[in-house]
């Protein structure tokens, strides 16, 4: 199974800065995805990145706001761009394995506060 | 488009056995997968149901019944390590073919 790294683990944000998180993977994956999760709620995908091309947004989310970049097959990156305090939420990023399992390894996440 | 439905919250005694419903609705159906999360930790992938049936693994089996489009986590001699979020998840219909979860369910294992 795939072994997943996010940097950093968390972070206090001043209003109107921004913030990148990254995303290492152990191996060569095809498709990466981001999501976003408020504290006892479930998990929304912002975006997945694949690599050579542009992401792929979700209804909601836009590249201003979160730009992506996926250079390589093992590593991604998110920004959130411009915070505000509603961003204040948990980043993860997720890789698949296995064909028709629905198998997907996450990182352990971001913890982002924006005062 | 596709909705899951999960109760929010559960709470079991320690060695009991508990049920964790899931139905959903999805234009197309591959298959019905859950997750375990513990508070401050990442999702887990716990198990993935594409045919009707039940799927054991160890003290946790899953159950799929497409003709009712539903599902469910049975967890067999609960442990308080077993005290996380459970979210069941299937692919969209679309050609996006991303993985939706639904709300969670909260299991509380008491002593």
């Known amino acids: 199974s795939a072994v997943i790294s996010q940097k950093p683990s968390r972070d206090i944000c001043q209003r109107g800065t921004s913030l990148t998180i990254q995303c290492q993977v152990d191996?060569?994956?095809?498709?990466m995805f981001w999501y976003r999760q408020q504290p006892g709620q479930s998990l929304t995908l912002i975006a997945t990145?694949?690599?050579?091309?542009?992401?792929?947004?979700e209804s909601g989310f836009v590249i201003d706001k979160f730009p992506i970049s996926r250079p390589n097959l093992t590593f991604s990156t998110l920004t959130v761009s411009n915070m505000s305090p509603e961003d204040s939420s948990i980043y993860l990023c997720?890789?698949?394995?296995?064909?028709?399992?629905?198998?997907?390894?996450f990182g352990p996440g971001t913890r982002l506060t924006v005062l | 488009g596709q909705s899951l439905e999960q109760p929010s919250e559960v709470t079991a005694v320690e060695g009991a056995i508990v049920q964790i419903n899931c139905t959903y609705q999805t234009s197309g159906f591959y298959g019905l997968s859950w997750y375990q999360q513990h508070d401050g930790g990442a999702p887990t992938f716990l198990s993935y149901?594409?045919?009707?049936g039940l799927e054991e693994t160890g003290r946790f089996s899953s159950f799929l019944s497409r003709s009712d489009s539903y599902g469910y986590l049975l967890l067999q001699e609960l442990q308080m390590k077993d005290s996380a979020s459970y979210f069941c998840a299937v692919r969209s219909g679309d050609s996006s073919y991303k993985l939706i979860f639904g709300s969670g369910t909260r299991l509380l294992v008491r002593p």
């Open positions: 997720s890789v698949e394995e296995g064909i028709n399992t629905d198998t997907q390894y």
């Open positions: 990145a694949n690599q050579g091309s542009e992401a792929t947004y």
């Open positions: 191996s060569q994956v095809t498709m």
């Open positions: 149901n594409a045919l009707d």
